[in-house]
């Protein structure tokens, strides 16, 4: 992620960095970049920091890097569905554009994510390169 577009870098209780917040004025979309394993409060702290940045810049597009992911995140899958979507709705997020990890199982997750966001009204679309995302943000 561009430095300067960087917010905040998240790190787990090993110390390593779990997730690279960031924002860009240009485009006015937030971007994630998840790398490594993540757990269930993992996900929850990012996830919270997401919807503060959608509620002070007033962002409606989100590109979410998932390509440095690895292993299932299910864990989180009801909290994602049930709390986080509705909140990051509320605060004005329309656009949910995910760049797909290469793990199998962090895949599988990111379907089950974009399957639960249907019902919340916030678009998810997940793309196997970084360039659609973008594109599909874009529109």
Same mark, same amino acid.
Do not use: C, H
């Given at each position: 992620?561009?430095?300067?577009l ?5 790190k @787990?209780e090993? $110390?390593?960095?779990f997730l690279e917040?960031?924002y860009?004025?240009?485009? @006015?979309w937030?971007?994630? @970049? &998840? #790398?490594? &394993? ?7 702290q990012?996830?919270? *920091? ?8 007033? #962002?409606?597009?989100?590109l @979410? ?5 690895e292993?299932?995140w /299910?864990g989180?899958?009801?909290?994602i569905a049930?709390s986080w979507?509705?909140q990051v709705?509320?605060? $004005?997020l329309k656009k949910?554009?995910? #760049?797909?990890?290469? /793990? ?10 974009? /399957?639960n *966001?249907?019902?919340t009204?916030?678009?998810?679309v997940n793309?196997d390169s970084?360039?659609k995302a973008?594109? &599909?943000?874009?529109e």
């Open positions: 992620m561009n430095q300067k960087k917010i905040k870098e998240f @787990n090993t $110390g390593e960095v917040l960031g860009d004025p240009e485009q @006015n937030g971007l994630t @970049n &998840w #790398i490594g &394993w993540v757990n269930e409060d993992n996900i929850k990012g996830g919270v *920091a997401m919807i503060e940045l959608v509620k002070k810049y007033k #962002i409606k597009n989100w @979410n890097d998932s390509r440095n992911n292993g299932s /299910d989180a899958n009801d909290w049930n979507m509705p709705v509320v605060a $004005g949910y554009s995910v #760049i797909l990890p290469k /793990d199998l199982y962090s895949q599988l997750s990111a379907e089950f994510m974009a /399957d *966001a249907e019902q009204g916030l678009q998810v793309w970084e360039e973008k594109a &599909w943000l874009m």
